[in-house]
C-alpha cells in the first residue's frame, strides 16, 4: 500500500521536475519496489492470497447447496412429505452480552426462524437476569425459549487441577507469550465447555440437533428451506459455513495427543480425517531414513539420488573409476550439509494437523455426532493431557479433528448459501440466477421489508437467496482460502477413494536410480 502511494506520489510530482530526474526517481522507486515485493511471504500467504472461490462452481455430487435458489416456503412447509425436526439453537452467553445477543435473535429470525420456529436455549455459568429474559423472549416469535445454567462441575476444570500453582501458571505465562485469550481463565473454560461438555447440558439434550449461535451475528441472506429436515433427508450430520486454518500456537500438541488417543484406542479414522491430517506418507520403502526425508512428491528424485551417490562414495571401488563418482558423491555430501534440515517439525508418523478447522460459532449438527463412545472418550483423555490450560486449545479444531475419528467427507454438508458473519470473519455468496419468482412475504410486521427491497444480482454459480453482502469486506472464501482448497478436492474425489493417498514405490525406484548411476559412473 505505501509503496503505492509512493509510486503515485512520485508519478504526480513528475510534471514539476526535469526529464532525468524522473527517469532516475523512477527506476529508484521500481528497484526499491521489487526489493520490498520480493521479501520473503509464508506459504500460507501465498495460497491465502491466490485461491479465490467466490466466484467458482463447488458443487459435486457427494455435497451441493440443498437448493439451487430461493424456495417457496409456505409450499415447502404444506408439503405433506415435510417433518420439522427435533431441533434447537443453542448459545452459550452472559447478562452483559445482552445487546449483541439480540441482534444474532434479530437476524436468524428475519432470515430464518419466522416462518420455521425452532425454539431457543440459552446457557451460562451464571443465571440470568430477568431484564435478560425479557428481552429476549421480546425478539423471538413465539418459539419456545428455554434459559439454563451451567454447574460448577460442568463449567470449571477437574478440582486436582484448578486450584494449583502449575495451572494459574500456565495460564499466566500464554498472556506473557501473546497467545490470542491465553491469559483468560474464562476462555479457557468456555472452550473446554464447548469442546466435551455443552452436549450434555438437559436442556441441549432435549434435542437431536442443534443450531449454534453466538452473540454479534449477522446473516445474510434468507433461509428459506429448513436446513434440519434436509440435513436429514440428505444424510448429513455436521454442517458448516467457514472452515479456516488456527493458530498455531493455541494448538500446538493438539495433533500428538489425539495421534496417540488414535493409537491407544485403535480407532480408525472416517474419511474426514484427510481434511485435516497432512499425509506425508508419500514414498513408500524399507528405508526409514529416505520415508523421513521426502515429504512431498519433488522430493523424491533428489533424495534418492543423493542416497545412492553417498553410498558409491563409501564403497571400496576403483581407483580410477572412483575419481568421477567420488565428485558427484561429494557434491551430495556437501548439498545435504548445506540444506536446511527437510523434516517436518510437527510430523507425528508421517502425518501433521494441517491447523484447518470448521469455525464452531457456527454449526447445524446432530448431538450423536459428540455424544457417542469415541467422541467422549476422546474428550477425557484430552482433558487428562491437560491442553485445554497448558495450551489454549480452541473448541473449533477439537471438534473438527473429534468429528473426523468418526465422521466421514459424506456426512458433512457445507452450507455455502448461508451468508454469515461473526466478529470480523464472514462469508457471504451470490446470489443464484433466478430466484426472483419468490418474493420475501413476512407475516411479521417488525421484519417487513420495502416492496423492491435491493438484493444483490444473481450471478452464475451463485447459491444465495435474496442476499445483501456487505461490499466492504472480501469473502473468506477469497480470503483464506487453504482449507477451503483442501475441502473442495477432497469433495471433488470420487466416493471411496478418499482415504487412497498416492504413494509411490521407493524401493522401484531406488532401484532405477542405482542402475542409471552405475551406468554412468560405472563401478
Ligand atoms: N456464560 C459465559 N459465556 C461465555 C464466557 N466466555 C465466552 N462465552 C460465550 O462463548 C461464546 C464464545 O466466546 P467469544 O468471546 O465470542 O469467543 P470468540 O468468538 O472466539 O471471540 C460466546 O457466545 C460468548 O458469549 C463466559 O465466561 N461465560
Ligand atoms: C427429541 O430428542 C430427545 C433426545 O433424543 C428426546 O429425548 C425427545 O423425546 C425428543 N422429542 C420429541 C418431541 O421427539
Ligand atoms: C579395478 O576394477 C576392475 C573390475 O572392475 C578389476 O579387474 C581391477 O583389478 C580393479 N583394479 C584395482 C587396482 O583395484
Ligand atoms: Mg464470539
Same mark, same amino acid.
Given at each position: 500500500?505505501?509503496?503505492?502511494?509512493?509510486?503515485?506520489?512520485?508519478?504526480?510530482?513528475?510534471?514539476?521536475?526535469?526529464?532525468?530526474?524522473?527517469?532516475?526517481?523512477?527506476?529508484?522507486?521500481?528497484?526499491?519496489?521489487?526489493?520490498?515485493?520480493?521479501?520473503?511471504?509464508?506459504?500460507?500467504?501465498?495460497?491465502?492470497?491466490?485461491?479465490?472461490?467466490?466466484?467458482?462452481?463447488?458443487?459435486?455430487?457427494?455435497?451441493?447447496?440443498?437448493?439451487?435458489?430461493?424456495?417457496?416456503?409456505?409450499?415447502?412447509?404444506?408439503?405433506?412429505?415435510?417433518?420439522?425436526?427435533?431441533?434447537?439453537?443453542?448459545?452459550?452467553?452472559?447478562?452483559?452480552?445482552?445487546?449483541?445477543?439480540?441482534?444474532?435473535?434479530?437476524?436468524?429470525?428475519?432470515?430464518?426462524?419466522?416462518?420455521?420456529?425452532?425454539?431457543?436455549?440459552?446457557?451460562?455459568?451464571?443465571?440470568?437476569?430477568?431484564?435478560?429474559?425479557?428481552?429476549?423472549?421480546?425478539?423471538?416469535?413465539?418459539?419456545?425459549?428455554?434459559?439454563?445454567?451451567?454447574?460448577?462441575?460442568?463449567? $470449571?476444570?477437574?478440582? @486436582? *487441577? /484448578?486450584?494449583?500453582?502449575?495451572?494459574?501458571? =500456565? +495460564? %499466566?505465562?500464554?498472556?506473557?507469550?501473546?497467545?490470542?485469550?491465553?491469559?483468560?481463565?474464562?476462555?479457557?473454560?468456555?472452550?473446554?465447555?464447548?469442546?466435551?461438555?455443552?452436549?450434555?447440558?438437559?436442556?441441549?439434550?432435549?434435542?437431536?440437533?442443534?443450531?449454534?449461535?453466538?452473540?454479534?451475528?449477522?446473516?445474510?441472506?434468507?433461509?428459506?428451506?429448513?436446513?434440519?429436515?434436509?440435513?436429514?433427508?440428505?444424510?448429513?450430520?455436521?454442517?458448516?459455513?467457514?472452515?479456516?486454518?488456527?493458530?498455531?500456537?493455541?494448538?500446538?500438541?493438539?495433533?500428538?495427543?489425539?495421534?496417540?488417543?488414535?493409537?491407544?484406542?485403535?480407532?480408525?479414522?472416517?474419511?474426514?480425517?484427510?481434511?485435516?491430517?497432512?499425509?506425508?506418507?508419500?514414498?513408500?520403502?524399507?528405508?526409514?531414513?529416505?520415508?523421513?526425508?521426502? $515429504?512431498?512428491?519433488? @522430493? *523424491? /528424485?533428489?533424495?534418492?539420488?543423493?542416497?545412492? =551417490? +553417498? %553410498?558409491?562414495?563409501?564403497?571400496?571401488?576403483?581407483?580410477?573409476?572412483?575419481?568421477?563418482?567420488?565428485?558427484?558423491?561429494?557434491?551430495?555430501?556437501?548439498?545435504?550439509?548445506?540444506?536446511?534440515?527437510?523434516?517436518?517439525?510437527?510430523?507425528?508418523?508421517?502425518?501433521?494437523?494441517?491447523?484447518?478447522?470448521?469455525?464452531?460459532?457456527?454449526?447445524?449438527?446432530?448431538?450423536?455426532?459428540?455424544?457417542?463412545?469415541?467422541?467422549?472418550?476422546?474428550?477425557?483423555?484430552?482433558?487428562?493431557?491437560?491442553?485445554?490450560?497448558?495450551?489454549?486449545?480452541?473448541?473449533?479444531?477439537?471438534?473438527?479433528?473429534?468429528?473426523?475419528?468418526?465422521?466421514?467427507?459424506?456426512?458433512?454438508?457445507?452450507?455455502?448459501?448461508?451468508?454469515?458473519?461473526?466478529?470480523?470473519?464472514?462469508?457471504?455468496?451470490?446470489?443464484?440466477?433466478?430466484?426472483?419468482?419468490?418474493?420475501?412475504?413476512?407475516?411479521?410486521?417488525?421484519?417487513?421489508?420495502?416492496?423492491?427491497?435491493?438484493?444483490?444480482?444473481?450471478?452464475?454459480?451463485?447459491?444465495?437467496?435474496?442476499?445483501?453482502?456487505?461490499?466492504?469486506?472480501?469473502?473468506?472464501?477469497?480470503?483464506?482460502?487453504?482449507?477451503?482448497?483442501?475441502?473442495?478436492?477432497?469433495?471433488?474425489?470420487?466416493?471411496?477413494?478418499?482415504?487412497?493417498?498416492?504413494?509411490?514405490?521407493?524401493?522401484?525406484?531406488?532401484?532405477?536410480?542405482?542402475?542409471?548411476?552405475?551406468?554412468?559412473?560405472?563401478?
Amino acid at each position: 500500500m505505501l509503496l503505492v502511494r509512493r509510486l503515485r506520489n512520485t508519478l504526480l510530482g513528475c510534471f514539476r521536475c526535469n526529464i532525468m530526474m524522473v527517469c532516475l526517481l523512477v527506476a529508484f522507486i521500481i528497484t526499491v519496489g521489487m526489493v520490498l515485493v520480493s521479501e520473503p511471504v509464508s506459504t500460507e500467504e501465498l495460497m491465502g492470497n491466490f485461491l479465490s472461490f467466490s466466484k467458482m462452481d463447488l458443487a459435486t455430487k457427494r455435497d451441493r447447496p440443498f437448493y439451487p435458489s430461493c424456495v417457496d416456503t409456505q409450499d415447502y412447509l404444506s408439503n405433506p412429505l415435510y417433518a420439522k425436526q427435533n431441533a434447537s439453537f443453542v448459545m452459550l452467553t452472559r447478562n452483559e452480552e445482552l445487546r449483541d445477543v439480540i441482534k444474532t435473535i434479530k437476524s436468524i429470525e428475519e432470515h430464518f426462524n419466522q416462518w420455521f420456529h425452532y425454539p431457543y436455549v440459552f446457557l451460562n455459568d451464571q443465571p440470568f437476569t430477568e431484564d435478560f429474559k425479557a428481552k429476549v423472549r421480546d425478539v423471538t416469535t413465539g418459539s419456545n425459549v428455554e434459559f439454563g445454567t451451567i454447574d460448577e462441575i460442568a463449567w $470449571n476444570f477437574p478440582s @486436582d *487441577v /484448578k486450584d494449583t500453582f502449575e495451572f494459574h501458571n =500456565a +495460564i %499466566e505465562n500464554q498472556g506473557d507469550r501473546s497467545i490470542l485469550y491465553g491469559s483468560m481463565e474464562s476462555y479457557h473454560k468456555m472452550c473446554r465447555f464447548y469442546s466435551g461438555l455443552f452436549y450434555k447440558h438437559p436442556l441441549v439434550q432435549k434435542s437431536e440437533w442443534y443450531w449454534r449461535l453466538e452473540p454479534d451475528v449477522e446473516f445474510f441472506c434468507d433461509i428459506t428451506y429448513d436446513p434440519f429436515w434436509e440435513m436429514t433427508r440428505n444424510d448429513k450430520k455436521y454442517g458448516f459455513t467457514i472452515v479456516i486454518p488456527e493458530l498455531y500456537w493455541t494448538v500446538p500438541n493438539l495433533f500428538r495427543h489425539t495421534k496417540s488417543f488414535v493409537r491407544k484406542n485403535d480407532v480408525t479414522p472416517g474419511s474426514l480425517w484427510k481434511l485435516f491430517a497432512k499425509d506425508y506418507n508419500v514414498f513408500e520403502s524399507d528405508d526409514a531414513e529416505l520415508r523421513d526425508w521426502i $515429504n512431498y512428491d519433488f @522430493d *523424491v /528424485k533428489p533424495k534418492v539420488s543423493e542416497k545412492i =551417490a +553417498i %553410498e558409491q562414495l563409501l564403497k571400496k571401488g576403483n581407483e580410477s573409476e572412483r575419481i568421477n563418482a567420488d565428485k558427484e558423491g561429494i557434491m551430495n555430501l556437501v548439498n545435504r550439509a548445506r540444506s536446511k534440515k527437510h523434516i517436518v517439525e510437527d510430523k507425528f508418523s508421517n502425518e501433521e494437523y494441517n491447523l484447518c478447522h470448521f469455525w464452531s460459532n457456527f454449526e447445524i449438527a446432530r448431538l450423536s455426532v459428540f455424544d457417542n463412545e469415541v467422541y467422549n472418550n476422546f474428550f477425557q483423555f484430552l482433558e487428562e493431557s491437560g491442553g485445554f490450560w497448558n495450551e489454549r486449545w480452541g473448541d473449533a479444531p477439537v471438534h473438527s479433528i473429534g468429528l473426523s475419528l468418526t465422521l466421514d467427507l459424506d456426512d458433512v454438508h457445507y452450507f455455502r448459501d448461508i451468508g454469515y458473519r461473526h466478529s470480523s470473519i464472514q462469508h457471504c455468496p451470490h446470489n443464484a440466477m433466478g430466484g426472483k419468482e419468490f418474493p420475501y412475504v413476512t407475516s411479521d410486521p417488525r421484519f417487513k421489508r420495502k416492496k423492491n427491497a435491493a438484493y444483490d444480482k444473481g450471478r452464475d454459480f451463485g447459491s444465495g437467496c435474496r442476499c445483501k453482502c456487505p461490499k466492504n469486506k472480501l469473502d473468506v472464501e477469497d480470503t483464506t482460502g487453504f482449507c477451503l482448497n483442501v475441502w473442495v478436492d477432497l469433495i471433488n474425489q470420487e466416493r471411496g477413494r478418499e482415504l487412497r493417498v498416492e504413494t509411490v514405490n521407493g524401493n522401484q525406484i531406488e532401484r532405477n536410480v542405482r542402475e542409471d548411476y552405475l551406468k554412468e559412473f560405472g563401478n
